[in-house]
């Protein structure tokens, strides 16, 4: 019904950039949210980013604002995370996720449908 595969994680230096996408293969509804979540080793996942229905509605959580951009590419079912001035404290696993919804949410409870992950390791 559901399905998200991830993909543009790696490893590279602080400062340095990547851009995660997650194709989303979707049939049982027609509006979602997305949204990208990170876990790092010994800890809880945390809200990243996350993007509504339209694309023109984004939220971010504070240690990434400014340096982290969502963005959808409809006709393709693309969802991007372009991630800029990395630091090694970005450093987890990202997932992506969809809701079934026309706005954005930042918590894991709205979020019904899960990618396997992509790691991320930046170096200092």
């Known amino acids: 019904q559901v399905q998200l595969v991830e993909s543009g994680g790696g490893l590279v230096q602080a400062g340095g950039s990547l851009r995660l996408s997650c194709v989303i293969s979707?049939?049982?509804?027609?509006?979602?949210?997305t949204g990208w979540f990170r876990q790092a080793p010994g800890k809880e996942r945390e809200f990243v980013a996350a993007?509504?229905?339209?694309?023109?509605?984004?939220g971010y959580a504070d240690p990434v604002k400014g340096r982290f951009t969502i963005s959808k590419d409809s006709a393709k079912n693309t969802v991007f995370l372009q991630m800029n001035s990395l630091k090694p404290e970005d450093t987890a696993v990202y997932y992506c996720?969809?809701?079934?919804?026309?706005?954005?949410?930042?918590?894991?409870?709205?979020?019904?449908?899960w990618g396997q992950g992509t790691q991320v390791t930046v170096s200092s």
């Open positions: 996720a969809v809701g079934l919804g026309t706005y954005y949410y930042t918590t894991e409870r709205n979020y019904d449908y």
């Open positions: 979707v049939r049982t509804f027609s509006s979602y949210a």
């Open positions: 993007i509504s229905w339209s694309g023109r509605s984004t």
